[in-house]
């Protein structure tokens, strides 16, 4: 685990892959598959693995932040974590969502981690439905499922009315 640092994190993200290249071990966090990592693909390398989670920022640094307006109230860090055993673990089953969800005029999107790659999922505002419903709730880490999106690219699906969506895990 270390700071969501561009170089620190795409070594993190170089580690990752080597290990699930060689089976040395299983990755647990933070990929559900095996496959390389797709933010590492990503020809302009601006793109590294990192979550993020809310926290209660001390008063203490409230105070040191005042003026610099940085944004505190999220850690962000990078992590791998792998295990090596005969028995692999039982992942869950869909796909980890890599950015918050961003909202547009008329639609919103978010992008998934695939064993395919990245994928951008995109709902248009007058797709949603009742069985979509916890698409507009997805944030960042995530793990989603989703039945009969629209692949209008490999790397691009469509939420419609007839697709399923749900958080299977925060």
Known sequence: IGPALKESSRRLMALRDDL???????????????????LWKVESRDEW????????????LRIINEGLNREIDLLKFSCVVAVKSKARQAMPDGFRVISRLLVEKGKARCFLCAEQGRVELVRMDRSRSRINSDFGDIEKGNVVSIEKAVVRRPD?????????VRIVAP
């Open 20 to 38: 699930a290249r060689h089976k040395a071990m299983q990755i647990l966090l933070p990929c559900l598959h095996d496959g390389p990592c797709p």
């Open 49 to 60: 693995c990192h979550q993020s989670v809310e926290w209660t920022v001390p008063e203490y």
């Open 156 to 164: 691009y699906w469509e939420v419609v009315e007839s697709t399923a």
